[in-house]
């Protein structure tokens, strides 16, 4: 009886031990990248956050490299002229580094 509860434990910490190393890595969003593919700097009116969203006003929609933004793995959804960036975990942040840049 002894030595089935000492497997058991072993088989759950194991287990546990196992979903912990299973986590991926969250991959940091590179600004300088995502500023290119918003067109560069000088076409970026302004730009806020809510949540997970960073909502970017862009001047030119065609200046915008799709492309790009599929290699960074960023959802982009198109409204008009404002581009929603799905960024999961660094909003704040490259929000407030896109906004210095700008001089906003």
Do not use: C, W, Y
Not at 17 to 26: M, N, T, W
Not at 56 to 82: A, C, N
């Amino acid at each position: 009886m002894i030595v089935a509860v000492i497997v058991l434990l072993f088989l759950t910490l194991f287990i546990l031990k196992k979903r912990k190393q299973e986590k991926p890595k969250l991959k940091k969003v590179d600004t300088s990248e995502l500023i290119l593919a918003l067109g560069d700097l000088e076409n970026i009116t302004s730009v806020s956050f809510e949540h997970q969203r960073l909502k970017v006003m862009i001047k030119e929609i065609k200046r915008v490299k799709q492309d790009l933004l599929k290699t960074l793995e960023i959802p982009v959804f198109l409204k008009g002229k404002e581009l929603t960036l799905l960024i999961k975990h660094q909003t704040k942040e490259v929000f407030n580094d896109i906004k210095t840049r700008i001089g906003a």
